[in-house]
């Protein structure tokens, strides 16, 4: 089964944002720090600049910036943003309606799915990105610096 990282990239770039305080930041930086490749961060941005997340500054000296405040930035929004599927698919073809399991199957995991979708999300809703950078600066060790390391 396919899973996606775009959340946990996503949520690495804006925290990467956030230390890097109010000065905007290039895609190449964030990159480096996520391991991945900068149009792999564009393309993010791309998504969260549409949920109203970040803007971007042209011209030298940009990149990008928070919209709002990491205070206000849920990882619920981040999620929504950047994931386009379910957590949980029922079946993708219908299953064998002559057998007591498969007539069944579908009506009895629906709602247990729609549950734990709920939890999911109201767990998220519960946790700012300010929030999730305050816990890493938490982690931080005396020698290690603040900074960013450079692209």
């Known amino acids: ?6 959340f946990a990239v ?9 230390v890097n305080g109010d000065s905007p930041t290039r895609s190449e930086r964030i990159a480096s720090s996520a391991n991945t490749n900068p149009t792999v961060i564009r393309k993010l941005f791309s998504l969260l600049a549409k949920a109203g997340i970040t803007q971007s500054q042209l011209g030298n000296g940009g990149g990008m ?4 405040p990491a205070a206000d930035i849920r990882l619920l929004d981040v999620y929504r943003a950047v ?4 957590v ?8 064998n309606q002559r057998c007591l399991v498969g007539r069944n199957i579908q009506a ?4 247990r799915f729609d ?3 709920t939890a999911l999300e109201q767990a998220l809703a519960e946790v700012s990105l300010a929030d999730v950078v305050a816990d890493i600066r938490a982690r931080r060790t005396l020698s290690e610096p603040e900074a960013l390391a450079e692209a």
């Open 88 to 95: 949980f698919a029922l079946h993708r073809g219908k299953p």
């Open 83 to 86: 994931e386009d599927t379910e």
């Open 10 to 18: 996503a949520l690495h770039a804006l925290s990467v944002l956030v």
């Open 108 to 111: 009895v995991l629906a709602p």
């Open 115 to 117: 549950a734990a979708r």
């Open 1 to 6: 089964m396919p899973t996606s990282t775009r």
């Open 65 to 68: 910036q928070l919209a709002r």
